[in-house]
């Protein structure tokens, strides 16, 4: 191709690329996290109540919400050490539970071109929900929001402090004082089976078809031939090793 002195023609810029990104702040994390509050105040509400239902009190029950802080895990190990089960195999339960928690930061981490104070990033990563996590990608990504570990500290600890405030509000009503009221006590305790079972009627997908039924089958297994503490670890390796098996045919 012949070289010629013709300037070379305007390259429209896209103005998706150029905007800047908009600002993030403790203010702004403060307002993302409502919510997250929201959805959490009635499920934490529940654990509040089931946990003074199986036993403990108060104290312990909010104490769980304070330091495990991960939803489901605390039902599950509430009703595992109340059935007898040691410590040590309702901790390694619930480990087995938020393995995938251990992918979060990584996957955060990359989208950060900034330097992390290291202070700062214990307390939001703590506070490393799910919802924390999809709500943090889900603004820097879909929104351009700028990355601020106080915006991100700001969603980590209003989304806690939520969870903690819902099982005081649960552990101090479920200790005695619903009793004159029956079915919202009913209603608040099956607010959790009611929660999964809608989760697990929407993972009816067709790509989650074999790792569901995997997980049911070796749940059912478990709970038929040995015990609770054995079926949900039987249907987490059960639900993991049919996903293994489909990444790899595919």
């Known amino acids: 191709m012949p070289i010629t002195d013709k300037p070379a023609p305007d390259i429209p810029i896209s103005t998706e690329n150029s905007l800047p990104n908009k600002a993030s702040s403790f203010k702004k994390g403060i ?3 409502f919510p997250i509050a929201i959805g959490y105040l009635p499920v934490s509400f529940a654990f509040g109540l089931s946990a003074t239902k199986l036993g403990f009190t108060p104290i312990e029950a909010i104490f769980f919400s304070c330091v495990i802080y991960a939803g489901a895990s605390q039902f599950v190990i509430t009703a595992l050490l ?3 089960m040691s410590l ?6 619930v480990m087995a539970m938020d393995i995938r928690h251990i992918l979060y930061g990584p996957a955060l981490r990359y989208r950060i071109k900034q330097k992390l104070s290291g202070k700062k990033t214990v307390i939001w990563a ?8 999809a709500a943090a990608t889900a603004k820097l990504i879909k929104d351009q929001r700028s990355w601020s570990e106080n915006w991100m500290i700001a969603i980590a600890i209003c989304s806690w402090l939520s969870w903690v405030l819902g099982t005081v509000a649960g552990a101090i009503l479920g200790n005695g004082y619903l009793s004159s009221y029956p079915a ?3 209603a ?3 607010m959790l089976p009611a929660l999964f079972l809608s989760f697990l009627l929407a993972s009816f997908k067709r790509q989650n078809t074999y790792c569901v039924t995997a997980a049911l089958s070796g749940a059912l297994i478990g709970i038929i031939f040995f015990s609770i503490p054995i079926a949900i670890l039987a249907g987490i390796m059960s639900g993991c ?5 489909q990444t790899k045919n595919t």
Do not use: N, Q, R, Y
């Not at 040590?88 to 339960?93: D, E, I, K, R, V």
């Not at 703590?126 to 996590?133: A, H, I, S, Y």
């Open 184 to 186: 919202v006590e009913a």
């Open 188 to 190: 608040m305790i099956f």
């Open 126 to 133: 703590f506070g490393l929900t799910d919802e924390v996590f």
């Open 31 to 33: 307002w993302d996290s």
């Open 82 to 84: 109340s059935a007898g």
């Open 88 to 93: 040590w195999f309702s901790a390694l339960t």
């Open 241 to 245: 090793l049919a996903a293994l098996l």
